[in-house]
Nanobody, 115 residues
């Protein structure tokens, strides 16, 4: 069974930075794509950034130029470097990993940006 685990969330001041990590385990396959989403209370889940197996990335307009998604050296690991954080970035950040037709989600990590 594939497990997806996020880490790296926390409390940071406006303008600060955080680096989130996501690791998918329990499979011998390489992911087709992995991505970061976020969901604040009362809001729909929204895409933040995704990366494919060959390194093609995509970003929400709201984070372009501030966030960077990258693959790690370990298999099925990705990172999200978040710079110039704003209070509007406060949310639970969730990672997903796609292997073939299946998508697996982590439990999420809280990011709070204080003004």
């Amino acid at each position: 069974q594939v497990q997806v685990v996020e880490s790296g969330g926390g409390l940071v001041q406006t303008g600060g930075s955080l680096r989130l990590s996501c690791a998918a385990s329990g499979t011998d396959y390489h992911f087709n794509s992995m991505g970061w989403y976020r969901q604040a209370p009362g809001n729909q889940r929204e895409l933040v950034a995704t990366i494919t197996q060959i390194g093609i990335t995509d970003y929400a307009d709201s984070v372009k130029g501030r966030f960077t998604i990258s693959g790690g050296s370990a298999k099925n690991t990705v990172y999200l470097q978040m710079n110039s954080l704003e209070p509007e970035d406060t949310s639970v950040y969730l990672c997903n990993a796609k292997f073939g037709q299946r998508t697996y989600w982590g439990q999420g990590t809280q990011v709070t940006v204080s003004s």
